[in-house]
């Protein structure tokens, strides 16, 4: 299924013009995102590995956990919760207006996601989905938006409230909107959540999401020679 492999897939089909490796390996622009795959992890497909920069890192995400050839150097990993909607649930109003952002407002959405550490955001990851924001006295405040894309889901990422605008439904009301736009779009939303993060993932359940696997994360680089 595209969902156990959705970096890959997605760099194979509805992103695959952000995709600037090949059919074998595919992995985005390091000012999109860091995110690599392959259909086969197997040693001999990781050989092809060493062509890759060896001035950035890379993400591995995908369910099934990939054992690292060794000319690559395990940065960090850390197990993820995939989680799934299929009708989203409505949280209570806010009083707050949601606004679709766009490419004048990443240099906001990068200080606010440095900030707040929901995940990577860089300056061309705005071309990966839609992606909309709360205000407070012109300020932005909160964020959320579209990631991987694939052709019956879509995730959902950068989810993120700055530390002044806590408690106030933001987050929640986010997601639930860029998960109305999914369902729209005849597609899933789905997200990847930090399997010891017990707060979002309660939140997410609140909003409709179920567990649908465990999730393999790393970070990696390749060894200078």
Known sequence: MYLDNAVYHALQTQQAPLNIGDSDIAYFNADVAPFIGMDDWSEMAQDRLKHLPTDRRF???????EVLAAHLESVLTLP????ICHQPVAPKNIDATII????ANVEEMIELTSLTKPGPFYKNTIKMGRYYGIREEGKLVAISGERLSLPDATEISAVCTHPNALGKGYGAALVYHVAKQIEADGKLPFLHVRKDNDRAIALYERLGFTHRSDVYFEIFKTKAE
Do not use: A, N, S
């Open 59 to 65: 993400f591995i995400m995908k369910v099934k956990e």
């Open 80 to 83: 993820l919760t995939q989680m």
């Open 100 to 103: 679709q952002l766009g490419d």
